[in-house]
């Protein structure tokens, strides 16, 4: 059995080793950092069979909870923890010819960090804990958009960091109030005392903690950070913020509601909100001109989208959510790494200016083209699937109000293609570009054919899929996990 | 044998009415301007005479081939109508059918004065399509009425069942309405006027005949003096009870033949803008009120 | 092994191959030339197992992809590959050296591909993703061939996705109603729906088709789109494409809803569904096929009639009576070869001379007898007059709508007829006949490999005008197989009572009429050939110099007539919904302002918005 542990253990302990060596080993350390997400990649992949049979609990420094702290790994942890873990590594190895310059430790710490941050999100199974380790996602988060060190770069990481730590206080007046009604803060413990508190209480508490987490989660409108701060950090950073760090965030919120709070009550509005969501990210992004900013509002739309899926109040749309989250990691992976080469290449952030780049950078404007119809969701890619089972999941409710909410994501869907095949036909149609535009390297050629594989091949796994996501939103439907702990 | 018979004289006939058709046309107008006006037979002269000129310009094969496509398909047309006496062919189209092989001499022309590179006789086309569009709709439309009426398409039918109900179940008594509307739109079927814009002698010298001399202007002629019984058949056909013998054709073909040269003697020539729009302001709405009429 | 299985790997074979030896020229003409004719060999050939069922073991949410032969889909298939078939022959020479090759024959591959997939599906789920398949396909080839082309394959995505995802809500309600996908399933439930569901499925169904079909209003798209391209795509996809929306029509109509659960649809107690579906047939017959008068450009010109045409067929269907829908059903056969046959000519003039503008060509029949012959056929077909196939089908259409009582669809469809005689007049002449300009002096008639396709078009476009019964034997057992009646047809037309129709006998009295014009023009002295500029120009001397012709604003009076009618309410529409998506995504741009202090509000806001909503629910 392999402890999860190590899986925060790992690439927190490189992160400190990197900046204790950084010195001495210079550039180098970023194969240490590969060496460790390597590793979490296993553990992550191998720990999925354990959880399938029984959740595991892992007690931390021998003291039970709930006075100790433990981890919580049930399928869904497992999961994420392996789209954590792969997109990490996929990522890293883009930014080895990404990154250039002096004191790239910095970077592969903070990289680390960011990686321990949502693992710890993920998997633990203490919500003091949890926000521990929310603030080392989010401060390591904030390094890493202004990384460049560009006026656009400072600016987009000030305003991440106010309205992010404007987001961790809510939160941390959510966990004091939790401690202070049930006298609790172990997960599996508050589920079950919970219920006993006072309706006003239990509000207050969802509120602060659900707009905390929602400015992460990039909930409309509490997203005001994400245009900014994804189109202004290195396109590797971007990926990852977008590809899994939001999601992380969102999946905590709707884990607190369902298994934790157990307040279907508000899932309709937050629907709602994820409808909205949707509109105005697929909105805002139809008439960019800036390539990275219109990845971001895409990244908006996409995670209104779950979140529409995940608050159906029914498994299968927890399912359907679950695999749209992979296909969206996926798929916005590719796009913003192969969008960092072409505004490496070019110079240039506007998408005008890469009229008939596919005759020069050809591999990754196909790579790009996939991912922009797994995007969409068109068959056979994953995107499809998992569009269609949201659309199953949100018709079999077979109420008026999620047919409308169906049309209007499909509206959504409408206008996101327009924009992104306008893109498309730009890369594709015209004259070649003048200039010294060349192909990617491999070393990031290679990490978006892996996701492209993912999405391209996902169709042939989908049985396996299915189950995954579907024991993972199992989980948080029946909370059978959470309490079978004790 | 009979229907052999009727198939090679009936184009026989029919020309030689035609012929005699156009001649009594020219000199009923020149009489009402006052004029002595040519020979009834003078048609015949003409055809006579052009048939025999020596030098026949032509503009290419498709020039030669419009003119036996003009001719060849009015005959087509001939033999789908019945006549007294003659209907052998009408079970084999419709209706729907003469509509539309009406219309294949007017391709023919079409072409064949395309070819000949002429922009009058191509103004002439365009103007003849233009008017087509402006009668053949309410033209149409009544007989759509007619065949809903008698839940029947085929012509023969129609006859039958007008001449059960003797002069009171003519088309034109039962439906005066559309009658009326297709007597105007047969005004411009004939091209006479005001609807002359086809040929607008003064406007575009004469139009699709400016290229055409010799045997072809001689087969024209021939031709025109078929297709002016032909339609002037359908019309009786259709709202004046056929006929039962050809003595009553004759006379019914005169009659109706004489209303419409009375129009044509006293009015000038519409512009084609105008006359399309006449056709569509006029006998359109007329033939819409009749078939609701049959409708409800 | 199935033929079905057959036909799609072929077709995805020819993706590959043409993909991976993107280099060889042997692998794009004649092996893909080799594929298309086994393709349409199987396709032939499908008809010794209809009614089998081929399924693959692959699930989606439960549901396996499944194919199946009925006559239907036979009937479809045989269309589908014999004119890509013919397409490739013809583009054998077309495409020589142009840019874009490679992408050209995979897309023609893939969409082939898609097709098939649709017609064959026996299943939502496959019908769809083959859809998205073809949808894609089309737009990706679209995008290219021309100047105007990216912007045109824009608009066509826009309305293609819109179709595909009213598909998707359709498909997906479907599933949620019967818990299957399958179309029998689906067909044998579908009388436990309730009415006004039922009538909102049926609907979703049916937009979604007829956008694919380009049915007015849906239809802009279409003009553009088809015209921009290369021209062989343009017939590609005019002949067939758009056709598949109707095969989606016919499916859904009379294979799964069936006509009595759609006659049942009935608003306001009199208008039935099927009358206001037949209403905007109409409109889809009229309107396009005037606008076409205006066209100054061939492929526009034929394109905008490409809509018109769809019209004939969907009003055939709607009248929902079994001449009526056989003239529907077999329109599409004859739109089909009379429509790319006059593409094909059209290409064949813009392939030696350049140019599709009809302002700019003249006098071509000097030059090209062969085309002008090829697009003679096809516009006789195409404006509906006798021999040529495209009469029968719409006497048909015009006779079941009389008979079945609806006048004023009748004479809509007489005025489409007529609307079509005047623009191909305009597209023949100015192409073809008048004054041929001298830069066009040295042109040659197009090459063997060209002529051939137009030459087997010419055959069957008469051929099935003299012949209808080749084509009605198989729409008789496509009638049956829908529970449809069947049309007592023979060989030359319709068999029975006094308003038969006997193709043969007209066409040997046209040609016996024809012969007699032809003795008595024999009868005259010898003609003599004369060059264009020997001709009548009121004394005027003619050369080379003087321009003399008549070709622009062929049809003004008319215009004059129609111009205060024509108030392009789609256009403006269209416009608006841009203009409002515009400002829509203007004005939520500006939520993020770029500003900490009103993202601060923001969070505020959605604090205070949560709590008011909160506070309802305790």
Request: glycine share 10%; charged share 10%; aromatic share 14%.
């Amino acid at each position: 059995m392999v402890n999860p542990i190590l899986l925060i253990i790992i690439p927190l302990g490189t992160a400190f080793l990197i900046s204790t060596v950084a010195g001495s080993l210079k550039n180098s350390t970023k194969y240490l950092a590969f060496l460790a997400l390597l590793a979490n990649v296993w553990i992550s992949i191998s720990l999925l069979p354990q959880v399938l049979k029984h959740p595991v609990n892992v007690i931390i420094a021998g003291i039970k909870p709930p006075l100790g702290i433990n981890l919580l790994v049930g399928p869904m942890g497992a999961i994420f923890s392996i789209i954590i873990s792969v997109a990490g590594i996929l990522v890293l190895l883009y930014s080895f010819k990404y990154i250039e310059g002096e004191g790239q430790s910095k970077y592969y710490t903070l990289f680390l960090l960011l990686i321990t941050g949502s693992q710890g999100m993920i998997l633990t199974g203490d919500i003091f804990n949890l926000f521990v380790f929310f603030e080392i996602l989010a401060i390591s988060s904030y390094i890493l958009v202004g990384y460049a060190g560009d006026r656009n770069g400072f600016e987009a990481a000030v305003k991440y960091l106010i309205l992010g730590s404007v987001g961790s206080v809510f939160i941390l007046v959510a966990v004091a109030l939790i401690y202070q009604e049930t006298g609790t803060l172990n997960m599996a413990d508050l589920a079950g005392k919970f219920a006993s508190v006072a309706s006003g209480k239990k509000m207050m508490i969802m509120l602060f903690f659900i707009t905390g987490m929602g400015v992460e989660a990039a909930i409309f409108p509490l997203n005001s950070w994400l245009p900014d701060a994804h189109s202004s950090a290195p396109s590797s950073i971007s990926a990852v913020l977008s590809g899994f760090v939001i999601e992380v965030a969102l999946i905590v919120i709707i884990k607190f509601v369902y298994s934790i709070f157990a307040m279907t009550e508000i899932l309709q509005y937050l629907s709602l909100v994820g409808v909205i969501t949707l509109l105005v990210g697929e909105f805002a992004a139809f008439n960019q001109g800036n390539i990275k900013r219109v990845l971001a509002y895409s990244s908006i739309g996409q995670i209104g989208l779950i979140l529409f899926a995940m608050t159906l109040n029914s498994e299968a749309g927890l399912s359907a959510g679950m695999m749209q989250v992979v296909n969206h990691t996926a798929s916005k992976s590719i796009l913003f790494l192969v969008a960092g080469y072409m505004i490496k290449m070019t110079g240039s952030y506007q998408f005008t200016d890469y009229k008939g780049i596919a005759k020069k950078m050809p591999v990754s404007s196909f790579l790009f083209v996939l991912g922009v119809l797994s995007l969409i969701g068109v068959p056979p890619f994953l995107g499809f699937f998992s569009k269609l089972n949201i659309i199953i999941a949100a018709l079999a409710v077979g109420n008026t109000f999620n047919t409308v909410m169906v049309f209007l994501i499909l509206l959504g869907t409408i206008i996101e293609s327009v924009y992104f095949l306008k893109i498309l036909q730009i890369f594709y149609i015209g004259d070649p570009i003048k200039g010294g535009v060349k192909e990617a390297p491999f070393t990031a050629v290679f990490p978006i054919a892996i996701f492209a594989v993912v999405i391209l091949l996902g169709f042939l796994v989908l049985p396996e899929i299915n189950i995954y996501a579907g024991s993972a939103a199992a989980e948080l439907f029946t909370k059978i996990q959470i309490t079978q702990v004790f | 044998m009979n229907t052999v018979l009727w198939i090679i004289f009936l184009p026989i006939i029919i020309f030689i009415i035609g012929t005699f058709m156009l001649g009594y046309s020219r000199k009923f107008i020149a009489r009402i301007e006052r004029r002595y006006g040519p020979p009834i037979q003078q048609v015949f002269y003409d055809i006579f005479k052009l048939m025999n000129k020596k030098t026949n310009i032509s503009h290419g094969w498709m020039h030669d081939i419009a003119i036996l496509m003009l001719l060849g398909g009015t005959l087509l047309t001939l033999y789908f109508i019945p006549v007294p006496g003659f209907h052998f062919f009408a079970q084999y189209g419709d209706m729907l059918v003469i509509m539309y092989i009406l219309l294949i001499p007017a391709l023919g022309m079409a072409l064949g004065v395309g070819e000949t590179a002429n922009p009058n006789g191509s103004i002439g086309i365009s103007r003849a399509l233009m008017m087509l569009a402006g009668y053949d709709i309410p033209f149409f439309l009544t007989f759509i009425g007619m065949a809903m009426l008698n839940q029947t398409t085929s012509m023969y039918e129609l006859i039958n069942i007008q001449q059960a109900g003797g002069f009171f179940g003519w088309g034109l008594i039962t439906n005066p309405l559309l009658g009326v509307a297709a007597l105007i739109a047969l005004q411009g079927m004939l091209g006479e006027k005001p609807f002359e814009v086809m040929v607008a002698p003064h406007e575009i010298a004469t139009g699709p005949m400016t290229e055409m001399g010799g045997k072809y202007l001689g087969i024209m002629m021939i031709q025109h003096a078929i297709a002016v019984v032909v339609e002037l058949t359908i019309y009786i056909n259709l709202f004046l009870g056929g006929a039962l013998n050809w003595f009553e054709y004759i006379i019914k073909l005169f009659v109706l033949f004489t209303v419409l040269l009375s129009v044509n003697a006293v009015f000038g020539r519409f512009r084609t803008d105008d006359a399309v729009r006449f056709m569509w302001k006029i006998p359109l709405p007329m033939a819409v009120i009749g078939v609701l009429f049959i409708i409800f | 092994m199935s033929i079905v299985s057959g036909l799609l790997l072929i077709a995805l074979a020819g993706v590959i191959l043409n993909v991976l030896f993107y280099k060889s020229k042997i692998v794009q003409k004649y092996v893909s030339l080799l594929l298309f004719a086994v393709l349409a060999y199987l396709s032939f050939n499908m008809y010794k197992q209809v009614g089998s069922h081929f399924s693959i073991p692959f699930l989606i949410a439960g549901q396996s992809i499944g194919f199946t032969i009925t006559w239907l889909n036979y009937y479809f298939a045989l269309m589908i590959t014999g004119i890509t078939l013919l397409t490739a022959i013809f583009s054998l020479k077309y495409m020589e050296g142009k840019e874009g090759i490679v992408h050209y024959y995979t897309v023609l591959f893939m969409k082939t591909f898609g097709m098939l997939g649709v017609i064959l599906s026996s299943d939502l789920i496959t019908f769809f993703v083959f859809w998205e398949i073809m949808s894609w396909s089309t737009f990706s080839l679209m995008s290219t061939g021309g100047k105007e082309a990216p912007k045109s394959a824009l608009k066509y995505f826009i309305f293609a996705v819109t179709a595909s995802m009213i598909l998707m809500v359709g498909v997906v309600l479907s599933y949620s109603l019967f818990g299957s996908f399958d179309f029998a399933v689906i067909h044998s439930k579908i009388d436990s729906l309730s009415l006004p569901m039922t009538g909102f499925l049926l609907s979703i169904f049916i937009v979604s088709f007829s956008i694919e079909s380009a049915v007015f209003p849906m239809h802009s798209w279409l003009p553009e789109g088809y015209s921009n391209t290369f021209t062989t795509f343009t017939a590609y996809l005019t002949g067939i494409s758009t056709r598949i929306g109707i095969y989606g029509i016919i499916l859904f109509l009379f294979g799964i809803f069936g006509i009595q659960t759609v006659d049942k649809l009935v608003i306001l107690g009199k208008i039935n569904f099927r009358y206001i579906f037949g209403v905007f047939a109409a409109l889809t017959m009229i309107i396009p096929t005037f606008t076409a008068l205006y066209q100054h450009d061939a492929k526009k010109l034929i394109a905008w009639h490409s809509v018109g045409q769809g019209g004939y067929m969907l009003i055939g269907l709607a009248s929902a009576n079994a001449l009526g829908i056989s003239g529907g059903i077999l329109h599409i056969i004859n739109y089909l070869t009379y429509q790319v046959l006059i593409v094909f000519a059209i290409a064949s003039v813009e392939y030696r001379t350049g140019t599709t503008n009809l302002n700019k060509l003249g006098g071509l029949i000097k030059k090209m007898p062969v085309s002008y012959l090829a697009l003679l056929f096809g516009i006789i077909g195409l404006a509906g007059l006798p021999p040529m196939n495209g009469f029968v089908s719409k006497w048909f259409i015009y006779k079941a709508l009389i008979m079945s009582g609806y006048p004023f669809l009748a004479i809509a469809a007489v005025i489409g007829t007529i609307g079509t005689i005047l623009s191909v007049y305009k597209l023949i002449h100015n192409m073809f006949l008048g004054q041929l300009p001298e830069r066009y002096n040295d042109i040659k008639e197009v090459s063997f490999s060209m002529q051939l396709p137009m030459w087997i078009l010419m055959i069957v476009v008469f051929g099935l005008g003299v012949y209808p019964g080749l084509a009605m034997g198989l729409i008789a057992k496509i009638q049956t197989s829908l529970g449809l009646a069947v049309v007592p047809y023979s060989l030359h037309g319709i068999a029975s009572g006094s308003g038969q129709l006997n193709m043969l006998v007209i066409t040997a009295l046209f040609m016996g009429g024809l012969a007699v014009a032809w003795i008595i023009y024999l009868l005259g002295s010898r003609r003599k050939h004369v060059n264009q500029y020997n001709n009548y120009a009121g004394g005027h001397f003619l050369n080379k110099d003087v321009a003399y012709n008549f070709n622009y604003e062929f049809y003004a009076a008319i215009e004059h007539v129609i111009d205060p009618y024509r108030k392009k309410i789609i256009e403006r529409t269209e416009r608006g919904i841009i203009g409002l998506v515009d400002a829509v995504s203007e004005y939520v741009r500006r939520i993020y302002t770029g500003m900490i202090n009103t993202y601060a509000i923001y969070i505020l806001t959605a604090f205070v918005i949560t709590i008011i909503f909160l506070k309802e629910l305790i």
